[in-house]
């Protein structure tokens, strides 16, 4: 989930089988949740979550657990391992993520786990699995292993495609052999936003073309769905600057782009007055000019060139997200 453009994530893997190793999963779900609800440490969520769970052990049971918190903006992810398989980077290269062991969840209250910390750039992936992947058998007892694994990895795909082509990977490796391990995956493909700072002044917006222009170019985009992205920019950073900074009040409005494979979002946030400019009342475009109230077209076009528009309130902030299928 993403908290504080911040997306926390995890895996993990419990010992056992059947009622009692799905109720320990369950509770370190629900803990994971809890716990990164207000706490940013991977580290420190890992070591309270371990305390907690080693303290009501009864069944001498453990857990495998991977945890990163990716800071969307810039791309910096930090994380812990308690004893889990090494995630998969893919950058230019394929490289297991360096990690310490640490012990699993549930093994030992008070152990100290080490938290660690790597840069992912623009177009990088992470690829998580549990061992049902890589000690997956045939027939003839032989492990799908992590050399197969890389091999079907080293193709450049869309996530769902990745995830996809591993499955695919496993399922003929193993034929018609009993599963012998459940098989979890992630996999996370970061695009870095692009980022542009206006200042408060209606001269600034001349600078939008250019930078909507340059991510038309980037994704190969049709000229003309280019030209309707900028207007319904155009339309949003006009508003914040004739209305969220009061006349003659400096400030800056700063633009983030973030290019996924299917979606463009697009999140201006200023440091004005509250000012929500989806809750002016819709334009009713059937009256004529002179029966039409004054207001309302600038976000009646962009909510026409836009998939999503939200507004949101936050830390003294006006942030509006728009978002485009592509």
């Not at 895996?11 to 056992?16: E, K």
């Not at 090494?86 to 310490?100: F, H, R």
């Not at 591993?166 to 996999?187: C, H, I």
């Amino acid at each position: 989930f993403i908290r504080d453009e911040k997306l926390f994530f995890c895996i993990g893997d419990v010992s056992g089988k059947g009622i009692p190793a799905s109720l320990v999963m369950a509770v370190t779900r629900s803990m994971f949740r809890t716990l990164s609800s207000h706490e940013d440490s991977p580290e420190r969520i890992v070591r309270l979550m371990n305390d907690a769970m080693a303290d009501v052990n009864e069944n001498n049971m453990f857990v495998t657990f991977f945890l990163g918190v990716l800071d969307l903006p810039t791309g910096q992810m930090r994380y812990c391992n308690a004893g889990h398989n090494a995630p998969v980077m893919l950058t230019d290269t394929k490289s297991p993520l360096p990690v310490e062991a640490n012990l699993p969840l549930g093994v030992l209250p008070g152990f100290e786990y080490v938290g660690q910390k790597t840069a992912m750039h623009d177009d990088d992936a992470i690829f998580l699995y549990t061992d049902g992947l890589s000690e997956a058998e045939n027939s003839s007892h032989q492990l799908f292993g992590e050399e197969r694994m890389f091999e079907v990895l080293g193709t450049r795909r869309r996530s769902e495609d990745h995830l996809e082509a591993v499955k695919s990977a496993v399922r003929d490796f193993v034929g018609e052999a009993p599963q012998s391990d459940d098989l979890t995956m992630l996999f996370i493909h970061y695009f870095s936003p692009r980022r542009l700072t206006l200042e408060n002044d209606i001269k600034e917006i001349g600078k939008l073309s250019a930078f909507v222009e340059s991510i038309g170019e980037e994704r190969n985009l049709d000229p003309v769905l280019v030209s309707s992205l900028n207007l319904a920019l155009e339309e949003a950073a006009t508003n914040v600057i004739m209305y969220a900074y009061p006349k003659e009040t400096a400030g800056t409005l700063d633009i983030g782009a973030i290019l996924g494979p299917d979606t463009l979002e697009f999140t201006l946030t200023d440091g004005g007055v509250p000012f929500d400019p989806t809750a002016a009342p819709e334009a009713d475009v059937t009256l004529g000019a002179e029966d039409r109230g004054i207001g309302g077209l600038g976000i009646f076009l962009v909510r026409k060139i836009m998939d999503s528009v939200v507004y949101t309130r936050k830390d003294g902030r006006n942030i509006l997200k728009m978002t485009k299928k592509i």
